[in-house]
């Protein structure tokens, strides 16, 4: 049974930071590109994060690059999305997703090529 469970969310201040965990299982992990993904209320799902089936290095969306790391454990099936200089704009549900099609980029930042997603964590900055 493919599952993605992440964790770390929560209820922050500005400037803050938060460090989300998604533990992969039921599929070959290293197989996988992985991304984060957000979603606030009544906006699409944008990416944030992606990084390749070998943990190169990650790429993100502009809004947070410079705040946002993300990295992977491949031994762990574990990946992670370090959150720093948190702002209410980062305010959102935040996915996991595995996507095993095969590219000429490491990463696909188009939410439609993934094929696993978790349950999603809430993240809220208030002000």
């Known amino acids: 049974q493919v599952q993605l469970v992440e964790s770390g969310g929560g209820s922050v201040q500005a400037g803050a930071s938060l460090r989300l965990s998604c533990a992969a299982s039921g599929f070959t992990f290293t197989y996988y590109a992985m991304g984060w993904f957000r979603q606030a209320p009544g906006n699409e799902r944008e990416f944030v994060a992606g990084?390749?089936?070998?943990?190169?290095?990650?790429g993100y969306a502009e809004s947070v690059q410079g705040r946002f790391i993300m990295s992977r454990e491949n031994d762990k099936k574990t990946v992670y999305l370090q959150m720093n200089n948190l702002k209410p704009e980062d305010t959102a549900v935040y996915y996991c997703?595995?996507?095993?099609?095969?590219?000429?980029?490491?990463?696909?930042?188009?939410?439609?090529?993934?094929?696993?997603w978790g349950q999603g964590t809430q993240v809220t900055v208030s002000s």
């Open positions: 997703a595995a996507d095993r099609t095969i590219l000429s980029v490491p990463y696909s930042r188009d939410y439609s090529d993934y094929d696993f």
């Open positions: 990084i390749s089936r070998a943990g190169g290095t990650p």
